[in-house]
């Protein structure tokens, strides 16, 4: 049986896949964000969320839109202003929230947090186009091209769930620590708006590229 895509192709693909799951960027810094205000079920839920977006990421850029993303200039930009627009107001959210408490589910639903982590991602425009970029690189163009693209966003939505997890583990870890303190949970709420506001700024001023 002649699998989708090439083992030593597969091969490749994995280090390169987790080297850049690795690399800190909006997704794991709004994981981060979610675990250390919501504690392990939220972080992981994020996590979750998180990969959703991708999947239809990698849906799309298979299907070629996100070509048609980028021969647009003005789609581009109404959706990552969408994208500033929606983390300004998980910002102003956070503070509102009051002290935060690392696995009080009833704080923050974990439907929400996943609706809300499937919508940060979705409305960055630069994972269509990064992915775009990165997959075709490892299709061969003599095979069906959807099964490949199947396949390879299913590992490295697999890598970043592994990545994304422990990072959303620790943080948990990390806020229950410091939910014991008043001051110090009341402090969580304005890291995790201050992370939103940071993603915030760098959709907005981030090159089209």
């Given at each position: ?49 998180i990969a959703a977006g991708c999947l239809v990421h990698v849906a799309v850029a298979a299907l ?140 907005a001023v981030m090159e089209r590229g």
């Open positions: 049986m002649n699998l989708p895509v090439d083992l030593l192709t597969l091969a490749a693909f994995i280090p390169a896949g987790l080297a850049l799951n690795l690399t800190p960027g909006a997704d794991m810094m709004f994981v981060l964000a979610q675990g250390l205000r919501g504690g392990p079920r939220a972080g992981m839920m994020a996590n979750l969320g070629g839109l996100a070509a048609l993303l980028k021969a647009h200039p003005a789609a581009f930009e109404a959706i990552r202003w969408a994208g500033v627009a929606y983390l300004l107001w998980l910002a102003v959210k956070s503070l509102w929230a009051g002290p935060a408490r690392p696995g009080a589910v009833a704080a923050a639903p974990l439907p929400r947090i996943f609706r809300e982590a499937l919508v940060v991602n979705l409305l960055n425009p630069k994972v269509a186009l990064f992915i775009l970029a990165f997959l075709p690189q490892f299709v061969d163009p003599s095979r069906p091209v959807l099964p490949q693209f199947a396949v390879l966003g299913l590992v490295f939505n697999l890598g970043g769930l592994l990545v994304n997890g422990a990072v959303a583990l620790t943080a948990a870890g990390l806020g229950a620590r410091l939910a014991r303190s008043a001051a110090l949970s009341r402090g969580l709420g304005r890291v995790s708006a201050g992370i939103f506001a940071l993603l915030a700024l760098r959709l």
